[in-house]
């Protein structure tokens, strides 16, 4: 049944269908069910679709195919560079579709991709059970399982995609379909890392992992050219029930942080431990010795503890270059002190994270996620206030970015920008590339879901 107050227009008469909620101008809820994570994205859809169901979902993709317009589709909005939104266009909205169904014996679970994954995380808990997602509680499943998913448990579990069992996925031509190993098998194996180019994603099912001992936390220490290669190498050697997400930025003003560290350049540093305490203790003991911790506050507890509350008002505006590097020696050290040392963005940061372990054991060509044996993700990163401000921003990201790895031959989807195709073409190398193109041909020939970092249907 359609929210909408007034009669739909014409156009979109065939939406006065659907079992969900359709939120047009008119709605008063249109301002707020029309905004995304960043700020400084303000598209104006002609509708918001709520879908209930994937029924919903065939008939906004029959609407937008039938009239023309263009199609967004959103899970959790956290799209760095709005893909999930449009201006005059449809927007398939999976926030309705969050249905977490644990199986009778709690060893795998059927999520709508609408789902968070904090809320994911939390339904789990209970059972000691987990996916691996990011860093982001806020994160939509379904966007962070389809880019990939590289996150606090990447070195123990894989990334998201390496516990994903089958999807139900509503195609181009309208069909949904239950895909798997073994059920349009291509498809599966493009929509492990291939993105929202095959069609809107409505449910998950993944593995779960057992996960009965956690330890994790924040570790915060003070940033030199000696802390920062001393830190990326003990992630690279740590056991791979660690994964560190290092952090190199100005001090925030927490209140656990004394006033005269906010601003300093620190380590902000997050450590996860999948297994029991004692063994983190000396896995961890490495990090803990590169300098007096400015903050300590890794600790055994819940995994979810990793996903603290979140302001549903922060809506950050800022720019960002993602790369690979095989280690961080001192000299790339040096170059990160030196190029957040000369910036002035209020918010400025080199994040690293090791990679290897569960994630880099899965072949190359198991997925279409493809750069497996990377050991190292950067993702340079600053916030801007002002349109002038950013193409300054932009340049230094870039040239940050360049200089740490000249070479730019691979990247993650999850983190690439308006980077253009051959950052997209970079991020699907060789076969991979040709794969995909093949599965979009097969499976949305005329390119309706091209909101998206784009793999175009072979010509
Ligand atoms: C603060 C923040 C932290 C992050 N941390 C991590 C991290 O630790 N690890 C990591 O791997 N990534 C991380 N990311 C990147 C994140 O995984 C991607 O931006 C992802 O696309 C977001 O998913 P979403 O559902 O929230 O986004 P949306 O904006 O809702 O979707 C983004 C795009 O994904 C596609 N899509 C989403 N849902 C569906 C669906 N159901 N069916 C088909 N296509 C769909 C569409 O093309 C859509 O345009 C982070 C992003 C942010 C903003």
Request: negative net charge; glycine residues 10%.
């Amino acid at each position: 049944m359609s929210s909408s107050t007034k009669p739909l227009p014409r156009t979109l008469n065939t939406l006065s269908e659907v079992n969900g909620t359709v939120i047009t101008p008119d709605d008063s809820a249109y301002d707020q069910s029309r905004a995304v994570f960043y700020g400084g994205i303000d598209k104006r859809p002609a509708a918001i679709v709520r879908v209930a169901d994937a029924d919903d979902v065939r008939r906004v993709i029959r609407t937008a195919r039938d009239e023309g317009f263009e199609l967004a589709i959103r899970s959790g909005g956290h799209s760095v560079v709005g893909h999930s939104t449009t201006d005059g266009g449809l927007v398939i909205d999976l926030r309705g579709i969050s249905n977490v169904e644990i199986d009778a014996d709690g060893r795998t679970a059927w999520i709508g991709a609408g789902a968070t994954a904090i809320h994911v995380t939390e339904a789990l808990a209970p059972r000691e059970r987990v996916i691996a997602f990011g860093d982001s509680g806020s994160v939509g499943v379904g966007g962070i399982t389809l880019g990939g998913g590289i996150g606090f448990l990447v070195r123990k579990f894989g990334m998201t995609i390496d516990s994903l069992l089958a999807a139900e996925i509503v195609t181009a031509d309208g069909r949904v379909r239950r895909v798997d190993a073994e059920h349009d098998a291509e498809l599966f194996w493009a929509l492990r890392g291939g993105g929202g180019n095959f069609g809107v994603v409505t449910r998950l099912q993944f593995l779960l992992r057992e996960l009965p001992h956690f330890t994790g936390g924040i570790l915060i220490l003070p940033a030199t050219a000696e802390t920062i290669a001393g830190f990326s190498a003990a992630s690279l050697a740590a056991p791979e029930e660690l994964s560190t997400i290092c952090n190199v930025m100005p001090a925030p003003p927490l209140p656990f942080l004394p006033a005269e560290l906010h601003g300093r350049l620190v380590i902000f540093a997050f450590i996860a431990f999948a297994g029991d305490d004692e063994s983190a203790q000396r896995a961890i003991a490495p990090f803990r010795a590169l300098a007096k911790p400015l903050a300590d506050m890794v600790k055994p507890g819940p995994y979810v503890s990793m996903y603290p509350p979140e302001d549903p008002n922060y809506h950050p505006t800022a720019v960002a270059r993602t790369l690979f590097v095989n280690s961080i020696d001192a000299a790339a050290a040096e170059l990160i002190v030196d190029r957040l040392a000369k910036s002035d963005a209020t918010m400025r940061v080199a994040q690293i994270r090791a990679l290897g372990g569960a994630m880099a054991r899965v072949p190359a060509d198991a997925t279409a996620y493809a750069h497996r044996t990377k050991p190292m993700l950067v993702n340079v990163a600053a916030f801007y206030q002002s349109d002038a401000e950013r193409e300054t921003r932009k340049a230094w990201v870039s040239e940050f970015g360049r200089a740490l790895q000249p070479n730019d031959e691979a990247a993650y989807v999850g983190f690439l920008t308006d980077d253009g195709h051959e950052r997209i073409r970079a991020t699907y190398p060789g076969a991979t590339w040709d794969r995909l193109a093949k599965v979009k041909s097969t499976y949305d020939p005329t390119n309706l879901f091209r909101l998206n970092q784009n793999i175009p249907p072979k010509g």
